[in-house]
């Protein structure tokens, strides 16, 4: 393969088993026939320059996905880094002093796992649905990065899938993609609550219509490939003046689509230090879940994220620029201790 010097990215419906760009400094392996790749040549104990900034931001916009293993970035390095990529949102844990470094592991403050029962357990199940970060806020996120600190052991899950959005709007039939050409998507930080758990009282009492919801395209112009993309997720309860139960069928439809295992692929965290960065505009995530005897609840998965602000032209969507971000996860809990009091577990509630 011809080595260019050129970083752009490839234009049209280019696959990438089709014709492959290469780097000059990075070196890409794919990791499924149309998306995701591992990125070799980065050594992140030094200063990385920004022609090699440039490259990574290429392949990024290529693949999707990219994973970056046994990288050794502290969490001050890695954040550092992620500024890079552009703006990130604002996110803090009291777990650790890092600004701007999120907090999805499993984990309390004391170090205790997050068990069955706790309003915790039931928050994280919409994770198990394909999803785009923040699609819920006026002002979406474009990219999010994980770094594995500490893991599962191996063969007991943990794994963070994938789903090509890509690929999967270039293979619709053509009556669907001109039935979505101007549709705009709803989404709300409720309703996937209540997809994950239909019949768990707390979200169940939540109504999603009674609160903040944000506008987002279906179809979007990729902006790091030229390709279209389906901007879907667990998030996306309604299609903006579509008939409801129509609007329930096409969603569901879509999410059906991206399912389908050509368009999935599944990355694992082999050690600490392990990165994955994804595009949100150009594919859907999932938390693995359990394999083998299982790790939730048991034993530690400790990731830590940060997120990078849209910075395109879509990056508010249908919104009023401006609109405050609105946070869900505290009229939940107020919800649940109105429910459950102070102790606010829920051991009675079958979530099968
Ligand atoms: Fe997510």
Redesign the pocket.
């Known amino acids: 393969m011809a080595i260019t010097q050129t970083v752009t990215a490839p234009a049209g419906t280019l696959r990438l088993s089709a014709d492959r760009p290469s780097w000059t400094t990075i070196k890409c392996t794919p990791m499924h026939a149309t998306f995701g790749a591992e990125v070799e040549g980065v050594d992140f104990s030094k200063p990385i320059s920004e022609s090699v900034m440039e490259e990574i931001k290429s392949a990024l916009g290529h693949y999707g996905v990219l994973v970056f293993r046994d990288t050794g970035m502290t969490d001050e390095e890695y954040v550092s880094w992620g500024e890079r990529f552009g703006e990130l949102a604002p996110a803090d844990s009291r777990r650790f002093p890092t600004k701007n470094l999120g907090d999805?592991s499993n984990l309390y403050l004391d170090g205790s796992i997050v068990q069955p029962g706790e309003l915790r357990w039931y928050m994280a199940k919409e994770?198990a649905l394909f999803?785009?970060?923040t699609s819920y806020d006026a002002r979406r996120a474009r990219l999010?990065s994980i770094i594995a600190r500490q893991l599962p052991p191996p063969g007991t899950g943990g794994a963070t899938e994938f789903g090509d959005t890509r690929t999967a709007y270039d293979e619709l039939d053509e009556e669907t993609k001109l039935l979505l050409e101007d549709k705009v998507g709803v989404h709300s930080h409720f309703h996937s609550r209540r997809v994950a758990l239909p019949n768990f009282p707390t979200f169940a009492a939540l109504d999603p219509w009674k609160y903040p919801m944000s506008k987002h395209r279906v179809v979007i112009d990729h902006q790091g490939s030229g390709r279209k993309n389906m901007y879907i997720a667990s998030h996306l309860h309604h299609i903006d003046g579509m008939d409801e139960a129509e609007s329930s069928r096409l969603i569901l439809k879509l999410r059906k689509k991206v399912e389908e295992p050509k368009y999935v692929m599944k990355v694992y965290y082999k050690q600490p230090g392990d990165v994955v960065v994804w595009d949100n505009t150009a594919v859907v995530?999932?938390?693995g879940g359990n394999e083998g005897e299982g790790w939730s609840g048991k034993h530690v998965r400790d990731i830590r994220k940060w997120m990078v602000y849209d910075n395109t032209p879509q990056e508010w969507g249908l919104n009023d620029r401006g609109t405050p971000k609105f946070l869900a996860g505290p009229i939940i809990q107020a919800k649940h201790d109105e429910l459950y009091g102070k102790e606010g577990k829920v051991y009675d509630f079958d979530e099968d």
């Open positions: 999805p994770t999803h785009v970060d999010t995530h999932r938390a």
